[in-house]
């Protein structure tokens, strides 16, 4: 009797959480200084987040009214056994066509600070992005109140103009500043104030959905205490300032302070080490902290640039360091390539979108679908087994950080350190290592990254930066065919398969689309496959040349 009502008592606190969202160009006016097209929802932009409680369902009905396809997807949640509400466009669905819908149900069995963001070419820098807060019935930390804070860099220029400079072969052109605005809570950084009231605990959810910048958040006169760390609650930890890399998301305590004589300063600072900025890095943006409207501001100064590091932090759930079955190594460079354009790779392999998405492919081919070949060279494919421990090793032998992110998935941050001195710093604290699915790995950097192949789908493995996405540094796991084939195919909503058909895309086959599972003819002629001719990386591989990237005067 007990058991059937505490189920009782669960289904009646679970919630559909239902939204029709039109997806379009909407003019967006910054401060007076600049108007720009955004992607917006429903006329609106920023995007408004989205809140839902741990078991609730979340239905979006999206109707593609953009000039060309879309897709959304919710960065980090699992999409265990519904792979194919991932969202990213040609690997796990065909894209919404231009004037078409598909409704995405999510079943919300993780709490957590989430995003929900575009996954075709670089819409999410030219604004299809927003909040997902998955809070959960059964908090561990207690407080008084919540702010939800997307942090969000901005451009007077359009995604495309910026592929375009970014992908220029010449270096005085691709590395030409570019000076972006900072966006916190969906107004100007510095037009922005947290209302605070005496004495209350906040939790304040940090989320980098911007397109390119790290952002380090700090409260003069404030203390800070980290909890949770890509939706994994972590024991606390106090600090003075939080990093964020594009895609990380971060919640922290912070207890006000016990008078309103004065207000105070926030600072979301914005850092990258991508570009030659001398002048603007890092780019400081502040706001008010406020605890009277008629009280001045006082300044103090303070160790605001402290940061902990992951290895430094454990999940609440004290998971012990898994132990590798099988070991995936990823050395990840940037460079001039055969075609004169500059791409990114992961082992000499610039990524290039298949003919078919990549899950259609795992569905259709039956036992091919446990060869790697089918899946096209230039998806990057790599075959994993159900249950193993996954190991990655990621070399990042760039001079400038990339934030990696895994989908359907937390990986173990294992161990960090520099690539050419071999310092290595090695999690050992309680043999419990955190868990995130974005971690920053600082040029000519390691990390080794574990986690167990628990999710049959097809999973990106792919830095954040989301011109780095369209510049090829991204990667597929294909994981359990078998269990794909036998557990999602009859899963497929109709409205999936309709899309591909309004696109010309055809449903079965391999990476071109045929039903020849092995022999893919010359790949090259359908995606052009450019190699290396020259890198830009700290360290290129055996073979290849180093040229500058530092411009004089």
Not at 10 to 15: D, G, H, L
Not at 239 to 254: C, D, E, F
Not at 447 to 455: E, K, P, Q, S
Request: charged fraction near 20%; proline fraction near 5%.
């Amino acid at each position: 009797m007990l058991l059937l009502v505490l189920a009782l008592a669960c289904v009646a606190r679970a919630a559909i959480i239902e939204h029709h969202w039109d997806i379009e160009y909407v003019d967006y006016n910054m401060e007076n200084m600049f108007t720009r097209k955004a992607i917006g929802i429903n006329g609106k932009w920023p995007i408004p987040g989205v809140v839902a409680d741990k078991g609730d369902t979340l239905i979006i009905h999206a109707t593609n009214k953009l000039k060309e396809p879309t897709s959304l997807h919710s960065h980090g949640i699992f999409q265990n056994g519904t792979n194919f509400y991932d969202g990213a466009a040609m690997v796990t669905e065909c894209g919404i066509p231009m004037n078409g819908t598909f409704t995405y149900t999510i079943e919300l069995n993780q709490a957590g600070t989430y995003w929900i963001h575009s996954h075709f070419k670089s819409q999410t820098a030219d604004g299809l992005r927003t909040s997902l807060v998955i809070r959960d019935p059964d908090e561990v930390y207690e407080y008084d109140d919540e702010i939800i804070l997307p942090l969000e860099d901005w451009f007077r220029e359009p995604a495309k103009t910026l592929i375009k400079q970014f992908n220029n072969p010449d270096p005085r052109i691709r590395f030409k500043p570019i000076v972006p605005y900072a966006i916190v809570g969906g107004t100007c950084a510095n037009s922005k104030r947290l209302h605070l009231a005496p004495g209350k605990t906040y939790r304040i959810r940090l989320l980098n959905i911007g397109a390119s910048f790290d952002f380090h958040f700090s409260m003069e006169a404030h203390t800070l205490r980290l909890i949770e760390v890509d939706g994994v609650m972590v024991k606390e930890r106090v600090t003075h300032g939080v990093t964020v890399g594009t895609g990380q998301r971060a919640s922290i305590l912070v207890t006000a302070l016990n008078t309103t004589d004065n207000n105070y300063v926030f600072h979301a600072d914005m850092y990258t080490d991508l570009l030659q900025m001398p002048r603007y890095n890092p780019l400081n943006f502040t706001g008010t902290i406020e605890y009277s409207p008629k009280a001045r501001i006082k300044r103090v100064r303070s160790a605001m640039w402290m940061n902990i590091n992951d290895l430094d932090l454990e999940p609440l759930d004290a998971e012990p360091m898994l132990e590798a079955d099988q070991v995936v190594t990823l050395d990840a460079y940037s460079g001039v390539f055969s075609d004169q354009s500059f791409r990114h790779s992961f082992n000499n392999v610039t990524y290039a979108v298949p003919q078919i998405p990549t899950l259609l492919t795992a569905l259709t081919m039956g036992d091919y679908a446990n060869r790697t070949e089918v899946y096209g060279k230039q998806t990057d494919t790599h075959i994993l087994k159900h249950l193993n421990v996954v190991e990655i090793v990621v070399n990042n032998h760039d001079y400038y950080s990339h934030p990696f992110h895994l989908h359907g998935h937390v990986f173990q941050v294992i161990e960090m350190g520099d690539l050419r001195s071999k310092e290595r710093r090695v999690k050992t604290a309680l043999n419990t290592p955190v868990k995130r699915d974005t971690v920053v790995i600082g040029g000519g950097h390691y990390a080794i990254l574990r986690f167990r192949a628990d999710n049959p789908g097809v999973w990106l493995f792919h830095c954040h930066i989301d011109f780095h996405i369209m510049l090829g540094l991204q990667m597929t796991f294909v994981e359990a065919p078998d269990k794909i084939q036998s557990r999602l195919e009859h899963k497929l909503p109709d409205m999936y398969r309709e899309n591909c058909v309004a696109q010309g895309i055809r449903t079965t086959g391999n990476a071109l689309g045929g039903g020849n599972a092995i022999d893919l003819g010359d790949q090259d002629q359908i995606n052009p496959s450019p190699y290396p001719d020259q890198f830009e990386s700290a360290d290129p591989p055996s073979g290849w040349t180093l040229i500058s990237y530092i411009l004089q005067g």
